[in-house]
């Protein structure tokens, strides 16, 4: 198999593309999901979450100021950054399933840049016209009317850019709050300038790049030729079924007269329709991303001539291969030892995310035992060593703390910060999100060498932690 280079003009030879409408199952499936996606998009920053008396209470925030990330019930801190890295690896992990089960799908259904893009052209269509309307426009001169009708697309297209770049920002801040100061000219001017960007890069991206960012500026496309699979359900034109084309009327004499003929009456209509311009009768194309709506158009024109649909249909390489060898097709195998491979892996890492976050502690305590010396005989027959002890609060308040620490024979220890000092526990206290490093000896009898235990409680809250370390003699 092999991919063709991708015809960025096919629907108009010197233009930009202009993809027809299409009704059919793939086109309501694509309309359900861009509504569910723009009813999260703006709809989440609003969703509230209680957390308790003095805490943040949007369900979604992304804290920059105070570095901590509020997902519903979770939070990451900001010595927790790497689950977030875990999060996207996650979320790559995911992809490579998808593409896996049905090729580029994400891109045709779900990716930001297919939603926006397909929300773009239903109001050039309902403001200029359907394709034909806007071709024949594209080569006429310019009149006031027609001027008229593309500044009002531009003006629709900015207004809900604008409201794309608003949303975005909702989430960095209180929703209600923001968007009140974004109205009345009181927001920052970092949150303008976050609004202008993100304005901009939609209204430039969903109205002027679209097919362009799915072919040249995604890296996906690249990643599609090297992790293809052919079990993929994929978008293809069933050849071995299609040719020799030739009108409906031509077929029937073929036929008739016992010649070939296939189903396909080139009537362009999966061309016409194609978001990203290609015609899918070529062969399997990096810039497809799978997204039905030349399986509709083709459909559609099969039902008026009274043939089987599915000339063009998500299936996978090897039944098309099979088709060609005039073999029976065989059902999808969605169990393969490659996509249970990726799930087991999915499951694995979400699983072991989600263990490590059930049993995360507020409290980080962190021992290094000093090497010189190690160990330091007193004129009284004791012996000390001395370590550095951080502690870390990951809390967004102050805390209090009391560290202890227990051995083989706790009647002779002692612990202190400074000579003099000498007690059973010591007090630390450490700022919000703050590390603190305090250099704690450690005081016993000639006979102690062994386990040590550092025990760090919150005077607040009860919760322990505990680290290991080894008293050493002289
Ligand atoms: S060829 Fe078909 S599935 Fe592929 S992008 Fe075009 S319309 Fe979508
Ligand atoms: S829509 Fe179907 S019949 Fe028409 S040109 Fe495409 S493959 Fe052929």
Not at 267 to 280: E, H, K, L, Q, Y
Request: charged share 20%; hydrophobic share 45%.
């Amino acid at each position: 198999m092999t991919y063709h280079t991708p015809k960025l003009k096919a629907s108009r030879a010197d233009g930009p593309v202009v993809p027809q409408s299409v009704t059919g199952r793939y086109r309501r499936i694509k309309w359900w999901l861009l509504a569910f996606c723009l009813t999260v998009y703006y709809g989440l920053p609003f969703l509230r979450w209680d957390r308790g008396p003095g805490r943040p209470d949007q369900a979604i925030l992304l804290d920059l100021a105070d570095v901590r990330f509020h997902f519903f019930g979770l939070e990451i801190r900001p010595q927790e950054l790497y689950y977030l890295t875990g999060g996207l690896v996650l979320a790559t992990m995911v992809l490579v399933l998808l593409n896996a089960l049905a090729g580029r799908v994400w891109c045709g259904f779900f990716c930001p840049q297919t939603v926006w893009t397909d929300l773009f052209l239903l109001v050039e269509r309902k403001i200029e016209g359907d394709r034909r309307d806007r071709l024949r426009a594209l080569d006429a001169p310019l009149t006031p009317r027609r001027v008229g009708l593309i500044a009002l697309k531009h003006a629709v297209w900015l207004l809900i850019a604008a409201g794309t770049g608003g949303a975005f920002v909702l989430y960095f801040a209180d929703a209600p709050t923001l968007l009140t100061d974004a109205v009345t000219g009181q927001a920052s001017s970092v949150a303008y300038g976050m609004i202008l960007t993100l304005t901009l890069t939609t209204y430039g991206l969903a109205g002027f790049g679209r097919e362009k960012v799915c072919t040249w500026m995604c890296p996906w496309p690249r990643l599609q030729g090297a992790i293809w699979d052919p079990e993929a359900l994929t978008v293809n034109y069933r050849d071995y079924r299609g040719e020799a084309r030739m009108s409906a009327k031509k077929a029937a004499a073929a036929r008739a007269a016992g010649l070939p003929a296939g189903d396909c009456v080139d009537c362009n209509a999966c061309v016409a329709v194609c978001p990203m311009g290609i015609d899918i009768r070529q062969g399997p194309s990096i810039a497809c991303i799978n997204c039905g709506l030349c399986v509709d158009a083709c459909d559609t024109t099969m039902f008026r001539i009274d043939r089987e649909r599915g000339l063009i249909d998500f299936d996978s390489w090897t039944n098309l291969e099979r088709g060609r060898r005039g073999e029976e097709r065989r059902p999808a195998r969605v169990l393969r030892p490659k996509t249970a491979a990726i799930a087991v892996a999915i499951v694995a890492l979400s699983g072991g995310m989600a263990l490590s976050v059930a049993t995360r502690s507020d409290l980080a305590v962190g021992v290094t035992h000093e090497r010189t010396p190690v160990a330091v005989a007193l004129s009284d027959g004791r012996v000390r060593n001395a370590f550095e002890v951080r502690v870390t609060n990951t809390l967004a308040a102050s805390e209090s703390f009391e560290l202890r620490v227990e051995g083989a024979a706790p009647a002779t220890l002692a612990v202190a910060t400074r000579a003099g000092s000498e007690s059973d526990a010591i007090r630390i206290e450490a700022g919000p999100d703050e590390t603190r490093k305090v250099r704690v000896s450690v005081f016993g009898g000639p006979d102690l060498a062994g386990g040590l235990t550092f025990r760090l409680t919150s005077l607040r809250t009860g919760a322990t932690v505990t680290v290991a370390d080894r008293f050493s003699l002289p």
